[in-house]
Nanobody, 126 residues
Framework: QVQLVESGGGLVQAGGSLRLFCAGSGGTFSNYLMGWFRQAPGKERTFIAAINWSGRTTYNTDSVKDRFIISRDNTKNTVYLQMNSLKPEDTAVYYC???????????????????WGRGTQVTVSS
C-alpha cells in the first residue's frame, strides 16, 4: 500500500511559478510510474504529466509541455512538478498518483492508477 501526499500549492499571479511535491511512503516507490493530474470545479480529472520508474522518460500533455516539468528523486520517494508561466486556466486541484508498471500503456488514463494523494489547490489570478 502506497500513501501519497501532495504539497506546494497556493495562490500565484499569472506568469508566476510554483513547485509541487508528492511524497510517497509505504511501498517501493521506484516500482511505480508516477503521474500528475488536475481537476477544475465541474470538470473531469485530466492528465498533465508522467514519469517512468528511472526518471529518464517523461510524458506531458500538449497544454503544459513547454511550461511544466515533472521529475522524481527515488532516494527521497518524491515526485516534483515544476510549473512555470502559470495561467488562470491552470487553476485546479492537482493530484499525484502511482501506476503499477504492468499498466504503463494506460499512463494517461486516471482510471488506471492504483494510488492517489488528496490533492493540493493551485489558484492562478489574472
Amino acid at each position: 500500500q502506497v500513501q501519497l501526499v501532495e504539497s506546494g500549492g497556493g495562490l500565484v499571479q499569472a506568469g508566476g511559478s510554483l513547485r509541487l511535491f508528492c511524497a510517497g511512503s509505504g511501498g517501493t516507490f521506484s516500482n511505480y510510474l508516477m503521474g500528475w493530474f488536475r481537476q477544475a470545479p465541474g470538470k473531469e480529472r485530466t492528465f498533465i504529466a508522467a514519469i517512468n520508474w528511472s526518471g529518464r522518460t517523461t510524458y506531458n500533455t500538449d497544454s503544459v509541455k513547454d511550461r511544466f516539468i515533472i521529475s522524481r528523486d527515488n532516494t527521497k520517494n518524491t515526485v516534483y512538478l515544476q510549473m512555470n508561466s502559470l495561467k488562470p486556466e491552470d487553476t485546479a486541484v492537482y493530484y499525484c498518483a502511482a501506476l503499477a508498471w504492468e499498466k504503463y500503456d494506460s499512463r494517461r488514463d486516471h482510471r488506471a492508477y492504483d494510488y492517489w494523494g488528496r490533492g493540493t489547490q493551485v489558484t492562478v489570478s489574472s
